[in-house]
Every structure is written in structure tokens, then in C-alpha cells.
């Protein structure tokens, strides 16, 4: 059995669960709407305060898709009652960030800035990092898998660099630094 899959998911009293032809589920919150259509194969039963997912049978594709159904709804209630952020931190001399619009302008090393356009329903903010005088980018959103896709793609246009730390990295995360090239004794002459 799975152990996520059986676990009913809370739903708050702001929050509206509709569940409808093919299991089309529509979460309606305080942030927003979300709409996606789930595995056909599950029944997702509304009661009070509640959802659950149970599946019909015990084969393959039906216990493998369990668990992921139940967890996606989860995400979906969570992003329309509470949203999502990721914070991404700048680290480098000269790197900066800020928004334009709703676009996202980094200069980060190289000849040109970087313009990047965030993905629907998906908002920017230029910061700083507390506790230094790092900026920090937080991405925020409804949607986890657009938040979490759309901090992937700013960290890709400078990824961190082992030897000096440099680039953009999530908050938290740790970098494997290396020893560079090591100074010969007795050089010269």
C-alpha cells in the first residue's frame, strides 16, 4: 500500500476542491486558481474538510501513480492557500540583479545583461540577502512545479563554479569548493 498515498490531504475552509469529468481537479484559494487533469484510473473523494485518493486496484500503474496524485493535490491546495518561494542567491564581484517590468535583468560576468522573462503566473523580487551584502532573487508563485522550473532556469545562466563560489546558487545550498592550482616552491630564476 502506499504510505503517501492513503494519507488524506487537509483542506482549508478558504479553499474550494472541484473534481470533475477524467479527474480534472480545480483548486480554488485566496492566490488563485489551478486546474489539472490527474491520472483517470484514481477516485479522489471530496468529504468534509478533506480529500482523499484511493485506487481501485492493486496494479502497477495504479499503485505507482497513487502516492504522485495524492501529492500533487497537496501542492496545488498548498500554492492557493499559502503559494510558493524559492530565494536565489548572487555571489560575485559586480553580479547583480534586478527587475524590469516583470522581466528579471542579471549581470553576472558576462559581455551583455541576461533578460529573462518569468513563466505565467510567476513573479520576481530583487533583494538582499540578510545577514550579507549579497542580492537575492525570490521567485514566487502558485504553481511549485513553475517555481521550482523557473529558479532552475536563472540558476543555469551562471551556475555556481567550484573554485571561487561565484554564480548563482539557492539559499542553502552548499558549494564543493576545490583547490586551485597550487603555487611551485622554489619558482623563479
Do not use: C
Request: aromatic content about 4%.
Amino acid at each position: 500500500m502506499s504510505r503517501i498515498g492513503l494519507l488524506p490531504i487537509a483542506k482549508p475552509n478558504n479553499v474550494k476542491v472541484d473534481v470533475g469529468q477524467g479527474n480534472l481537479v480545480t483548486v480554488e484559494g485566496p492566490k488563485g486558481k489551478l486546474s489539472r487533469s490527474l491520472f483517470s484510473q484514481l477516485d479522489i473523494e471530496l468529504t468534509e474538510g478533506e480529500v482523499k485518493v484511493s485506487r481501485r486496484s492493486d496494479n502497477p500503474e495504479q499503485r505507482s501513480m497513487h502516492g504522485l496524485t495524492r501529492t500533487l493535490i497537496a501542492n496545488m491546495i498548498e500554492g492557493v492557500s499559502k503559494g510558493y518561494e524559492k530565494v536565489l542567491v548572487i555571489g560575485g564581484v559586480g553580479y547583480r540583479a534586478a527587475v524590469e517590468g516583470k522581466n528579471l535583468v542579471l549581470q553576472v560576468g558576462y559581455s551583455h545583461p541576461v533578460v529573462l522573462a518569468p513563466l505565467e503566473g510567476v513573479e520576481f523580487e530583487v533583494g538582499q540577502e540578510p545577514g550579507s551584502r549579497e542580492p537575492a532573487i525570490t521567485i514566487r508563485g502558485i504553481d511549485k512545479e513553475k517555481v521550482g522550473q523557473q529558479a532552475a532556469k536563472v540558476r543555469a545562466v551562471r551556475p555556481p563554479e567550484p573554485y571561487k563560489g561565484k554564480g548563482i546558487r539557492y539559499r542553502g545550498e552548499q558549494i564543493r569548493r576545490k583547490a586551485g592550482k597550487a603555487a611551485k616552491a622554489g619558482k623563479g630564476g
